[in-house]
C-alpha cells in the first residue's frame, strides 16, 4: 500500500465541511414568514421596549409617587435592597414552588388529554376538543373567582362535598394557611392552562410519522417502548415548546393570588410584590427594580430552556 508523504514543515489541512445550501423554496419561506410576522414583531418590540426601558430608568432612582419632588439618582441601591430583603426570597419561592408544581402537574395531564384526542373517532375529536379547550377560554380572573368561591369557608361547595376525605372538614379554612392556600392557586392554574398544553402536545403527536409507529409494532415493541423511543423523541421540539411558554406564563403568576388571597398567608409572588411595591404603596423606584429582576429571571429561564433542549426549530419542521 502506498502512503503519501509531505514535504518537511508542511501539515495537511483538515478540509472543512461544504457550507449548507439554502434552496430557493425556503429562501421564499423566510422571506415571507418575514413579511407576514415582521410588523407585528416590530408592534411587540416597541411596546415592549419602552416599559422595560422605563422600568429599568425608574429603578435607579429613590422615588416615591406621593413625594415627586424628592427624587433622587441612588444607582444600583434599590437592586441591593430588594435582593437583600427576605420577602423578596420568600416571594421568589413562592414563585418557583406554583410554577414547577403546576407546569409538572400540566405537562402530565396535558399528554394524556393530547393522547385521547389524537386517538378518538373521527367524528368525535371536535367535540372534545371544543370541550377540553372550554377552561382555557374562561378568563383568568373569571376562573379565580369561581375556584375562590368553591373554596370559601361560608360560600363554597368543596367543604360539604368532600367532607368524607381524611383533614376536609365543614370548618376547613383552605385560605387560612399558606400551603392550603397554595394548593388551591395551584389547582386553579392547572385547571386553567393544561389545555393549553394539551393543544401544543397534540400538534406535536401530529407530527410522528406514523410509519415509524408501524416500524416499531411490526419488531414487537410495547407501549411504552413506542412512545419513549419513538413518539416522545420525535416530538421533543413541541414539548420544548409548551414547557417554555407554559413555564414562562406560570413564573409570573398575578391573578389568582390577587383574587383568592391578596397575597396573604405567604403567598405573594413576585409579581404581586412588584405590584404592591409600585400600585399600593406607590415606591416606584423599588417596584421598578423588581419588576427589572423580574424580567431577567424571565430571559435565564427561557435562555436555559433553549440551551437545556437544544433543539434546532427550524430542523425540527424539515427545513432542508
Known amino acids: 500500500?502506498?502512503?503519501?508523504?509531505?514535504?518537511?514543515?508542511?501539515?495537511?489541512?483538515?478540509v472543512s465541511a461544504p457550507p449548507r445550501q439554502?434552496?430557493?423554496?425556503?429562501?421564499?419561506?423566510?422571506?415571507?414568514?418575514?413579511?407576514?410576522?415582521?410588523?407585528?414583531?416590530?408592534?411587540?418590540?416597541?411596546?415592549?421596549?419602552?416599559?422595560?426601558?422605563?422600568?429599568?430608568?425608574?429603578?435607579?432612582f429613590s422615588y416615591r409617587l406621593t413625594d415627586p419632588t424628592n427624587r433622587e439618582f441612588i444607582g444600583l441601591d434599590n437592586y441591593w435592597v430588594v435582593l437583600t430583603d427576605p420577602l423578596w426570597w420568600q416571594a421568589i419561592g413562592v414563585t418557583v414552588f406554583i410554577t414547577v408544581v403546576t407546569v409538572a402537574v400540566e405537562l402530565v395531564l396535558g399528554?394524556?388529554?393530547?393522547l385521547v384526542m389524537a386517538k378518538a373517532l373521527r367524528g368525535l375529536r371536535p367535540i372534545l376538543r371544543a370541550a377540553i379547550l372550554i377552561p382555557y377560554a374562561v378568563i383568568t380572573v373569571v376562573s379565580a373567582f369561581a375556584w375562590a368561591f368553591a373554596f370559601d369557608l361560608t360560600t363554597g361547595f368543596v367543604n360539604?362535598?368532600?367532607?368524607?376525605?381524611?383533614?376536609?372538614?365543614?370548618?376547613?379554612?383552605?385560605?387560612?394557611?399558606?400551603?392550603?392556600?397554595?394548593?388551591?392557586?395551584?389547582?386553579?392554574e392547572i385547571w386553567k392552562t393544561t389545555p393549553f398544553i394539551s393543544l401544543l402536545l397534540l400538534a406535536g403527536l401530529a407530527q410522528v410519522p406514523e410509519v415509524l409507529q408501524e416500524a416499531a409494532k411490526v419488531d414487537g415493541a410495547t407501549w411504552w417502548q413506542r412512545m419513549t423511543r419513538v413518539t416522545i423523541p420525535n416530538m421533543k421540539a413541541a414539548i420544548m415548546v409548551a414547557l417554555l411558554f407554559r413555564t414562562l406564563d406560570a413564573f409570573r403568576v398575578f391573578d389568582s393570588?390577587?383574587?383568592?388571597?391578596g397575597g396573604a398567608n405567604g403567598t405573594e409572588s413576585v409579581s404581586f410584590l412588584a405590584y404592591r411595591q409600585t400600585i399600593a404603596r406607590?415606591?416606584?423606584?423599588?417596584?421598578?427594580?423588581?419588576?427589572?429582576?423580574?424580567?431577567?429571571?424571565?430571559?435565564?429561564?427561557?435562555f436555559g430552556f433553549i440551551k437545556g433542549f437544544k433543539v434546532d426549530l427550524s430542523q425540527a419542521r424539515g427545513d432542508k
Open 1 to 14: 500500500m502506498s502512503t503519501t508523504t509531505l514535504p518537511p514543515g508542511q501539515k495537511q489541512r483538515p
Open 22 to 60: 439554502v434552496s430557493d423554496r425556503s429562501r421564499s419561506e423566510r422571506r415571507l414568514a418575514w413579511m407576514l410576522a415582521g410588523p407585528a414583531f416590530v408592534v411587540m418590540l416597541a411596546v415592549t421596549a419602552y416599559p422595560i426601558l422605563q422600568a429599568v430608568y425608574e429603578s435607579l
Open 111 to 114: 399528554f394524556a388529554l393530547a
Open 160 to 188: 360539604n362535598w368532600f367532607a368524607w376525605l381524611p383533614g376536609i372538614s365543614a370548618d376547613t379554612d383552605w385560605f387560612g394557611g399558606t400551603w392550603s392556600s397554595l394548593l388551591v392557586i395551584c389547582l386553579a
Open 257 to 261: 393570588i390577587f383574587v383568592m388571597t
Open 282 to 302: 406607590l415606591e416606584i423606584g423599588l417596584g421598578s427594580a423588581v419588576s427589572v429582576l423580574l424580567f431577567l429571571a424571565v430571559v435565564l429561564i427561557a
